[in-house]
C-alpha cells in the first residue's frame, strides 16, 4: 500500500547568525583560550556557510553556560519551533491537528520528559489519544530515519495521519571551557531548525504531483562508535565529530548505497535524484565522488549548508524540501549519515497524477524504475 508525502515544510529560530560575525565573537571567546584558533579561524570563510539561525542571540554565547541552562533554552525554543514547523506542514497537507493519529519526533540536541510533542499539546490541539514515538540519538541520520520510521507507522495502520518532526538545537552546545578541533568545526558548522512532513496512506486530492514513500534502510558500521556522537559531560554536551568523516564517505558510502538500494530493489541506473544530507562542504564533495556523480550536482545540498549550516536531523528535510519545490521528476533517494556510524536511506518517488490515474484505470504497464507506484 502506497504511503504519501502529502505536506513537508521547515522552520528555523528567530536569530540569524551571519558567519563574519560568528567568527568575530569566536575569536573574541576562544582566541585568548586555544592556541590553534587563527590557524582555523579560515574555516569559518571556507566552509560553505553563510549564515545559520540560532535558540540564542549571539550575546548568550559570551558567558559560559551550564547544563540547566543550556537544556531550558532547547526546551522553550524547540518547543515554539515544533508547533512553528508543524502547522506549516498540516496547512500543506489539508489536515487539522486533531486529524493526525501519530506523531514521530526526533531530536538528539536537549532533554524533554514529556517529550516535546507533548509540550506541544495544548498549542497543537492534538487529540488525547494520540500515538507518541520520541526518536533520540540519530543525530544526522535522524531526519531521514524518522521519515522511514513514519513511513512504516504509516503503512502499518491504513488511513491514518501520522506527522514526524525532526528538531535540533546544535548551536546550544557550543562549548568555550573544552577547545577541540572538534569544537572548532561544529561552532563553524552548527545551526538550530525544524522540519515537519505530514504521511497518509490516502491519496491526495488534486492535481499536483504524488510524492510515495517506500520503505527505508538503514545500515551500520562496526567498531564506529567514535565518529560522531555526543559525549555527556559536566557543562553540556561535548560534540564527537572525527576528522576521518569526509575520508569515510569517500571509501564507504558507494558501497553501503548499493547495498541499500539492493534492500529497496533498486539500483543505481534507476536513481534520478540522490537527495543528501549536507555535513559539511567536504562532505557532500565526498558524496559527489564516492556517488559518481559530477561536480556540482549536489546543488541544493550546497545551498541549505550555505543559507542554514548543518542543523542535524532536520538539514536533509530542508534538502528536500527545495528538490521538491524544484520539479523533480522520478525517483529520488534521501540519504545521510549519523551516529553509530549509520547510513540511512529513504526512497521518494515523484509520480504525476495523470499517469497514475491512467495505470490504475487501463492497466498500462508501469514505466520501468517506478517503485510504490
Known amino acids: 500500500m502506497p504511503v504519501y508525502l502529502t505536506g513537508l515544510a521547515t522552520a528555523v529560530p528567530p536569530y540569524e547568525l551571519p558567519q563574519t560575525l560568528v567568527l568575530d565573537y569566536a575569536r573574541r571567546i576562544l582566541g585568548p583560550k586555544f592556541a590553534q584558533f587563527e ?4 574555516t569559518f570563510l571556507s ?8 535558540f540564542a542571540p549571539l550575546e548568550w554565547f559570551l558567558e559560559p553556560q551550564d547544563w540547566k541552562t543550556r537544556n531550558e533554552t532547547y526546551l522553550r525554543g524547540a518547543t515554539d519551533l515544533f508547533v512553528t514547523a508543524a502547522r506549516k506542514a498540516l496547512i500543506k497537507a489539508g489536515l487539522r491537528a486533531d486529524e493526525i493519529d501519530c506523531v514521530v519526533t526526533v ?49 502499518a495502520k491504513p488511513g491514518s495521519n ?15 571551557d573544552r577547545l577541540t578541533k572538534a569544537d572548532i568545526i561544529a561552532t563553524v558548522l552548527f545551526g538550530d531548525g525544524a522540519a515537519a512532513a505530514c504521511l497518509s496512506t490516502s491519496r491526495p ?23 560522531m556522537g555526543w559525549n555527556v559531560e559536566e557543562h553540556g554536551l561535548g560534540v564527537v565529530f572525527d576528522r576521518s568523516i569526509p575520508d569515510f564517505a569517500t571509501e564507504h558510502f558507494r558501497d553501503v548505497t548499493e547495498r541499500g538500494l539492493t534492500a529497496l530493489t533498486m539500483d543505481m541506473d534507476c536513481v534520478d535524484r540522490f537527495v543528501c544530507h549536507p555535513g ?10 564516492a556517488l559518481d556523480l559530477p561536480a556540482n550536482t549536489l546543488d541544493v ?17 530542508f ?35 495523470e499517469a497514475r490515474e491512467r495505470w490504475e484505470t487501463t492497466g498500462i504497464q508501469r514505466p520501468e524504475g517506478v517503485i510504490n507506484a
Open 280 to 289: 559539511g562542504a567536504k562532505v557532500v564533495q565526498a558524496l559527489e565522488g
Open 205 to 227: 486530492e488534486g492535481s499536483k504531483p504524488l510524492f510515495e514513500l517506500g520503505t527505508g534502510h538503514q545500515e551500520m558500521w562496526p567498531d564506529t562508535l567514535n565518529i
Open 47 to 54: 566552509a560553505g556557510v553563510k549564515r545559520r539561525y540560532s
Open 162 to 176: 501520522v506527522l514526524v518532526v525532526a528538531l535540533e538545537g546544535c548551536t546550544l552546545s557550543f562549548r568555550s
Open 107 to 155: 531530536s538528539s540536541t536537549g532533554i524533554a520528559t514529556p517529550t516535546l510533542e507533548a509540550q506541544a499539546w495544548k498549542q497543537m490541539g492534538f487529540r488525547t489519544d494520540i500515538l507518541r514515538v520520541p526518536v533520540f540519538g540519530l543525530g544526522c541520520a535522524g531526519g531521514v530515519s524518522g521519515l522511514s520510521i513514519a513511513q512504516q507507522l504509516a503503512q
Open 301 to 317: 545540498e550546497r545551498e541549505i549548508l550555505q543559507e542554514y549550516g548543518n542543523m542535524s536531523a532536520p538539514t536533509a528535510l
Open 319 to 353: 534538502v528536500l524540501e527545495q528538490v521538491l519545490e524544484r520539479s523533480p521528476q522520478g525517483n529520488m533517494v534521501l540519504c545521510a549519515l549519523g551516529p553509530g556510524f549509520t547510513a540511512s536511506f529513504q526512497p521518494v518517488t515523484v509520480v504525476a497524477n
Open 39 to 42: 590557524r582555523m579561524a579560515g
